[in-house]
């Protein structure tokens, strides 16, 4: 499996950014997708999940009601759609997959997900 995230960029503080994370290979077994972000000198921390049927969405309390994550269907990428954006936002942003079978409580543990794209760059100015 291979994931390809895409979209960061430049953004001024509340302003909006797309996250796109495209998975590819063997994916039926695939079943949660998230991102995780990494600012410098900080430790990974999760950002928000979605089961990969797309029914159901989970976030950290730090972007909810800002970010949704979706996807339209088990065949298309899944977004990260970022709004009112503040600088403590900037980080590398990561997509990632799980094939196993995750409870919400350990949805935030990166140790869940055996799968990781590459890292995009979100940087918010203020």
């Known amino acids: 499996v291979q994931l390809q995230a895409s979209g960061g960029g430049l953004a001024q503080a509340g302003g909006s950014l797309r996250l796109s994370c495209a998975a590819s290979g063997r994916t039926r077994s695939m079943l949660t997708m998230a991102w995780f972000r990494q600012a410098p000198g900080k430790e990974r921390e999760f950002v928000a999940a979605i089961r990969w049927s797309g029914v159901s969405t989970h976030y950290a309390e730090s972007v909810k009601g800002r970010f949704t994550i979706s996807r339209n269907n088990v065949e298309a990428p899944v977004y990260l759609q970022m709004n009112s954006l503040k600088p403590e936002d900037t980080a590398v942003y990561y997509c990632?997959?799980?094939?196993?079978?995750?409870?919400?409580?350990?949805?935030?543990?990166?140790?869940?997900?055996?799968?990781w794209g590459q890292g995009t760059l979100v940087t918010v100015s203020s």
């Open positions: 990632a997959a799980s094939t196993q079978r995750i409870i919400v409580s350990a949805l935030q543990n990166p140790t869940m997900y055996n799968y």
